[in-house]
């Protein structure tokens, strides 16, 4: 399948991802946001697909993955650890923070990626990061949700990009 064959393919499927997006989160931003973290996640692993697979069903499974995946990182954040316990013997790697060298790094990488954004970018992705939702970015900075929600995704777009080679 060609690239333009494959990206029209792909836009045709926009509502039944939004659809199924909806399911997997049951709230329309999040559901947003997934059906974009898909399409560009299919988008950027083209060549991985095989023609002789079901179009809808690769997409589909992309996105419930990046949802499992994303549920996964937010109940590991979200996990607290028994002051009580014996930490000396936890399972974990002593280098996988961000107290580390590497992970200094790393910290200072994606802060330098996001300062390197385009202002029209660069604000209303910092209040995303910190929390703001959708709508209250879109009254503090005064412009339309959608200018918001475009602005964040050609953000994550771009940190995708300069950030590709990040472990």
């Known amino acids: 399948m060609n690239a333009l064959t494959f990206q029209k393919k792909l836009l045709s499927m926009q509502e039944n991802m939004m659809n199924f997006a909806?399911?997997?989160?049951?709230?329309?931003?999040?559901?947003?946001?997934?059906?974009?973290?898909?399409?560009?996640?299919?988008?950027?692993?083209?060549?991985?697909?095989?023609?002789?697979?079901?179009?809808?069903?690769?997409?589909?499974?992309?996105?419930?993955?990046?949802?499992?995946n994303n549920y996964h990182k937010v109940v590991r954040e979200q996990?607290?650890?028994?002051?009580?316990?014996?930490?000396?013997?936890?399972?974990?790697?002593?280098?996988?923070?961000?107290?580390?060298?590497?992970?200094?790094?790393?910290?200072?990488?994606?802060?330098?990626?996001?300062?390197?954004?385009?202002t029209d970018l660069k604000a209303p992705f910092s209040m995303f990061v910190s929390g703001y939702k959708y709508h209250e970015i879109a009254e503090k900075l005064n412009l339309p949700l959608g200018t918001i929600k475009s602005r964040i995704f050609f953000a994550r777009k771009e940190l995708q990009k300069?950030?590709?080679?990040?472990h």
């Open 162 to 166: 300069t950030l590709k080679d990040f």
């Open 22 to 68: 909806l399911m997997l989160t049951a709230n329309r931003e999040d559901a947003f946001d997934l059906t974009q973290d898909t399409t560009l996640k299919v988008l950027s692993n083209q060549e991985k697909f095989v023609d002789n697979v079901n179009f809808k069903g690769w997409v589909l499974t992309v996105m419930r993955n990046i949802f499992i």
């Open 79 to 118: 996990t607290l650890i028994n002051r009580d316990a014996d930490l000396y013997n936890l399972d974990v790697l002593s280098n996988s923070g961000f107290d580390s060298p590497e992970g200094t790094c790393q910290i200072n990488d994606i802060t330098e990626a996001i300062n390197n954004l385009n």
